[in-house]
């Protein structure tokens, strides 16, 4: 059983920045992928931002390129979401999702999920 809790989310202004941070507890075998997805009102969740175990090897939203950033911290079991010049179709949901073995941008794939953190751009 693996436990994903999600900080750092809020409000801000157009043009601002946010980090997001997920803590993974529990049993986190082998290889563990994660990544970010959001889910505005009204909308499917859609993929954000993901990472492989080593950091190696990440993957971006076409919406986001540019602009926001993966990272992980294996120590911590912590993987981060640098948001920068946020806009307000960013807003939304944000789930932090885990899976063994490659990261994919497939909400589908994932069995671990998180609560969620909102994040709010107004405009």
């Known amino acids: 059983q693996v436990q994903l809790v999600e900080s750092g989310g809020g409000l801000v202004q157009a043009g601002g920045s946010l980090r997001l941070s997920c803590a993974a507890s529990g049993r986190t075998t082998g290889s563990y992928a994660m990544g970010w997805f959001r889910q505005a009102p009204g909308k499917e969740r859609e993929f954000v931002a993901a990472i492989n175990w080593s950091g190696g090897r990440t993957g971006y939203a076409d919406s986001v390129k540019g602009r926001f950033t993966i990272s992980r911290d294996n120590a911590r079991n912590t993987i981060y979401q640098q948001m920068k010049n946020l806009k307000p179709e960013d807003t939304g949901v944000y789930y932090c999702?885990?899976?063994?073995?490659?990261?994919?941008?497939?909400?589908?794939?994932?069995?671990?999920w998180g609560q969620g953190t909102q994040v709010t751009v107004s405009s």
């Open positions: 999702a885990g899976k063994t073995g490659f990261y994919s941008d497939y909400d589908g794939a994932y069995p671990d």
